[in-house]
């Protein structure tokens, strides 16, 4: 069976994974040699379905989040081994998900976003964006810089898929209207974005260039690095 997602837990000692027979395994890697598999040390079963990402909370590290291949956002305590929250969202796949404050970013497979408030399990807003047709993964990132004197963090939300796009991540949680966008990296090629190494935001009217003093970004694709 193809993993579909990993997320370490408790500075690497443990791990958790997920594949596409529908089981969520948690592995104690402290003793692991190199000539050993780790040793599941409790599992969770989705059933027919399958776990398409896998996050630890940033703020309460004892949860362990992942979405589904059929719309589902789900809590698990790995301090009780059990299952504490679970939200049917939308009937279609859910690529990826990221957190931000007691917000949850949703990214689905045509490009379709959606914030959901964990505190209640409830959706706050949705949208559509129309720069990206395919969603393959979020990121909430910490920048150099607020992005204007009003802001007070300066955490960066990354939609990469058809494109890179990056956002100021309170605003887009926050704002009843689709946020202003911190800066648009358009696909090359028509290939698609699955993840980015390094994000440095420099001031608001930041422009993608191979100039460090504006920004550095590398972000992979489909086809290599553009």
Request: hydrophobic share 30%; proline share 2%.
């Given at each position: 069976?193809?993993?579909?997602?990993?997320?370490?837990?408790?500075?690497?000692?443990?791990?958790?994974?997920?594949?596409?027979?529908?089981?969520?395994?948690?592995?104690d890697l402290t003793h692991i040699s190199s000539s050993q598999y780790p040793t599941p040390i409790s599992s969770h079963n989705l059933g027919p379905h399958y776990a398409t990402s896998l996050k630890l909370h940033p703020n309460q590290n004892h949860l362990l989040s992942w979405t589904t291949d059929y719309g589902h956002l789900q809590f698990f305590d790995l301090r009780q081994s059990r299952l504490v929250a679970s939200l049917f969202v939308l009937p279609k796949l859910i690529n990826d998900h990221a957190h931000h404050n007691m917000d949850c970013i949703l990214g689905f497979d045509d490009g379709m976003v959606q914030v959901i408030d964990v505190r209640c399990m409830m959706p706050k807003k949705s949208f559509r964006e129309d720069a990206l047709s395919t969603i393959t993964q979020l990121d909430v990132v910490s920048a150099s810089k607020p992005f204007s004197q009003h802001q007070e963090k300066g955490d960066l939300l990354l939609l990469y898929g058809s494109g890179l796009l990056a956002y100021d991540a309170r605003a887009f949680c926050?704002?009843?209207?689709?946020?202003?966008?911190?800066f648009v990296f358009p696909s090359m090629r028509n290939e698609k974005f699955y993840g980015i190494a390094y994000a440095?935001?420099?001031?608001?009217?930041?422009?993608?260039?191979?100039?460090?003093s504006e920004a550095n970004i590398m972000a992979s694709s489909s086809t290599g690095f553009a």
């Open positions: 069976d193809e993993i579909t997602a990993l997320a370490t837990i408790a500075d690497g000692r443990k791990i958790a994974s997920c594949a596409t027979d529908g089981q969520i395994y948690l592995c926050t704002s009843v209207n689709h946020p202003k966008r911190a440095d935001y420099r001031s608001e009217d930041t422009t993608i260039s191979s100039n460090e």
